[in-house]
């Protein structure tokens, strides 16, 4: 094998012109020698074409070969297949557009890729920084990430999206990104390459910044469609089937998922006696359940608040701390959103869509 074998980057593009030269000027500043970039455009409807256009150099006159596609609105898994289907690289990475990878990225990756003893090596995973940015939503996700990449093995379950290395060969002979997917391409490649017998490594040295988070609207929504997928992924490739190491990439999911039922049935004991005749009595049943339903909220919330109110001045201390009960519940709920439309997609034999 080459000291440098050539490593074909590539991204997806869907309305993200903020985001398009920074993320090209990151990956064309990469220390790794031999390179080339693909990047596909999935019919966004801003000025994200004309913006990757002015990128294309397919000789690598610039340097380095950069290849531009224009696809019509595909969804990622698609135009992820794409841009593997043009590679011409031993490896095939993957970015996402709203990042921008530190110029070791794939330096590290390949590092890493001829494996211990026999490994049979099939990808190389990175570490991704969310910046934290101005809001306590945009913390509490940049802390959420760091806390997972914190707990993580070296061996892994999970080659993500925004910093992850594959073996083109292998990640084709599995068919690569399937387009049906709706969301969680990454962990459903990952899961095919390690039942094929391969092994996916985890380095925290090939590091992705990511931009901050900051919108409440795109955190729940992303949140819910992590569950969603999630019920996909868990459907497909439920625990008597999985090799390898478990999942490793939940972080306080599962908190925050027991969150909105012991909210919700504290509320509705609380609702319950302020709008009937029923009287609030220590001793009841009805009465214990509701306060221990809200202790346990509680506990459960100021356990997951601690984690998230340990930066910043004391001024964001306190502005975040009446924001993040509210921001808790909301998570919570819209995991239970995200899980029902993954039960339905069950019944009705749907990927997400």
């Known amino acids: 094998m080459s000291e440098y074998p ?62 531009i596609a224009q696809l019509p609105p595909s969804g990622l898994s698609a135009a992820r297949q794409h841009a593997l289907k043009m590679a011409k690289g031993m490896w095939v990475a993957i970015t996402d557009i709203d990042c921008q990878p ?26 991704v920084i969310f910046e934290e940015g101005d809001t306590v939503v945009s913390r509490i996700r940049a802390q959420e990430i760091e806390s997972k990449y914190l707990k993580r093995s070296r061996r892994t ?62 955190f729940l929504r992303k949140r819910a469609r992590d569950a969603r997928a999630h019920m996909r992924i868990v459907r497909n490739y439920p625990q008597r089937k999985r090799q390898g190491p478990g999942f490793d990439f939940m972080g306080n999911s599962w908190f925050v998922l027991a969150l909105a039922p012991f909210l919700g049935g504290g509320v509705f004991q609380l609702l319950r006696i302020g709008l009937t005749d029923v009287q609030f009595d220590y001793s009841a049943l009805g009465s214990q359940l509701m306060l221990m339903m809200i202790a346990i909220y ?22 975040d701390s009446f924001q993040l009960p509210i921001i808790l519940a909301f998570w919570s709920l819209w995991l239970w959103k995200g899980i029902i439309l993954g039960v339905m997609d069950a019944v009705f034999s749907k990927n997400g869509h």
């Open 157 to 218: 379950t999970l080659a993500n999206g925004p910093c992850s290395m594959f073996l083109r060969e292998r990640l084709l002979q599995i068919g690569g990104f399937n387009p049906e997917w709706f969301h969680a391409e990454d962990m459903e490649v990952s899961l095919k390459l390690i039942d094929s017998g391969g092994v996916i490594i985890h380095t925290p040295d090939a590091v992705v910044q990511h931009v901050a988070e900051s919108s409440l609207r795109i």
């Open 6 to 67: 050539m490593v074909s980057i590539t991204v997806a593009v869907r309305d993200a012109e903020k985001w398009v030269d920074d993320c090209l000027q990151s990956l064309v500043n990469q220390s790794y020698p031999n390179i080339e970039i693909i990047a596909v455009n999935d019919g966004s409807s801003d000025s994200s074409g004309e913006y990757l256009q002015n990128w294309h150099d397919p000789e690598g006159k610039k340097g380095i070969a950069v290849h």
């Open 102 to 127: 530190h110029p070791t990225w794939i330096e590290n990756l390949v590092k890493q890729s001829k494996g211990i003893d026999d490994e049979d090596v099939v990808s190389v995973a990175g570490r």
């Open 298 to 319: 509680l506990f459960l919330g100021i356990k997951l608040s601690k984690g998230y109110l340990g930066r910043g001045s004391l001024k964001t201390k306190v502005i």
